[in-house]
């Protein structure tokens, strides 16, 4: 440890201003930040002592979405691994490429997208892919808005829905066929080389022919669909704890779950016949997942709590809306993407509202 | 009555379907030019939005007529320039009584009342109705919803700009650039609603 922090003092004047390598000064005080605590100090006031900034608020997340990651890679296979690793170098790059130009430290904010982006993907999505849908999504949904804490939609879902219009054929085929047993898939690479593993459906897809057991729902067992939306077990483990710490706010949550599965059992029973219960639709596709993860990101969702809670029944009578009634199976990334563009007019409207019962106080 | 009901039924179906599936702003690109640049704020926006409601409502309803009249005297390639004459009419002649019952109104309003003349969604919206050949009382919904559509749409990108205000747009692509690029975003959620009652 100690030589790596020698060889960091030595070379540090490079990067200082003057110095040769003075233009990638971001990805040298990134690389330094990650190894040890950054040795810059606060120089004037104001000081804030709260622990919380955003590198820790991220590796919440990040910790939050870890048991996502095992089951994936349980029900899916080791191909989850390249995919992080890609869509980390890819995001990464636009991420210090843009903070290259702007001269500017790096945000830890990337840690995140890139981590969530592959876990919304279908399992089997080719790797450039990929690349592709996740430097699409950090430039033109987080980097041209001016970077982390100023996106207005979440980097993620933008990435997914340019990924879901450009290539609709591929994302709605490339399902895999979730491991059993002991070890899963763990040790086995799924590639379009083994084609049979390749032609699974996802529980909305087949929900025309038969319903799904809800308890394998549940836990995931046998179910396809995204890397890190099947096990809804899962989910609460990650997600509960981030509601703890309370990174994650609880009011958007309840909202979004609360009203889907009203809604959906309404439509219920209006005619059982052609919807399903309200219950088997919070486990289905990518509900959970949206709502513990990527709804609640705190940039993108309003910043009043009564703006949250419309915020989220809007999100959740949206999903249903799709899921049930357009062309789309699933509607999750669809309805986050509305939330985030309503996001600022529900503020707005809430701060309206507020004034004016001051004025009237 | 029975069929009454179910022309009421069928207008609002349509309705709905003109405020999402078929957006006129985020599906079709109707009305661009008003929505970048009338865009800043939520105010002006809301009244301008108002404004578009309304006029839209009333002209689809009156050009409904007017297209039935072409049929009888078989001129209907005539119709593009009669849109047009009955709409700029129209928004003069509501301008003038709003002025003089209202002023308060007309104040507010400024502008945007003879700017909605040279708004193509306007046009646009009589033109789909002749084409989507509707009954009067759908294309009441329509147009009422057509409208609609339009305002929440240009509501939320005023909302989102006013936000946009605090964060570090690239020089290059501040204002319209920033804005379409918006919009576009702004569409690709709404493609999701692709096949809701339509």
Known sequence: MRVLLKIFEKISPIFEEGGKLAAIKPLYEAIENFCFAP????????FSRDPLDIKRYMTMVIIGLLPCVVASLYFFGLRVIPMIIVSYMTGGTVEVVFSIIRKEPIAEGFLVT?????L???PATPLWMVALGCAFGVFVGKEVFGGTGRNLFNPAIVGRCFLVLAYPAVMSSSWVKPGHGITGRLLEYVSSANIEAITSATPLVEAKHGLEDMSHMFMGLDISGCLGETSALMILCGGIFLLLTKVANWRTVVSILGSA???????????PEQFAPGMWHLFAGGLMFGAFFMATDPVSSPSTNEGKWMYGILIGVIVILIRNFSGYVEGMMFAILLG????????EMVFSVRLRLLKNE | MNSFGYEIWLAMVTCF????????????????????SVSREVKTAAGLGGAVVFVMTCTTAINYWAYKLLIYLDLEFFRFILFIIIIAAFVQFVEMVIDRYSPKLYQSLGIFLPLITVNCAILGASLFMVIREYHFIQTIGYGFGAGLGWMLAILAMAGIRTRLNESRVPEGLRGPGITLIIAGLMALAFIGFTGVLS
Do not use: W
Request: proline share 9%; net charge positive.
């Open chain 1, 261 to 271: 599965v009203i809604f959906e059992a309404i439509l219920h029973r209006v005619n």
């Open chain 1, 39 to 46: 040795s810059a100090k606060a120089r004037c006031a104001p």
């Open chain 2, 17 to 36: 379907a003109a405020v999402f599936t078929q957006n006129i702003l985020l599906t079709t690109f109707l009305g661009m030019c008003p929505f970048t």
């Open chain 1, 120 to 122: 919304i993907l279908p």
């Open chain 1, 114 to 118: 890139g981590l969530i982006f592959p």
């Open chain 1, 340 to 347: 985030n563009i309503a996001a600022p007019i529900i503020d």
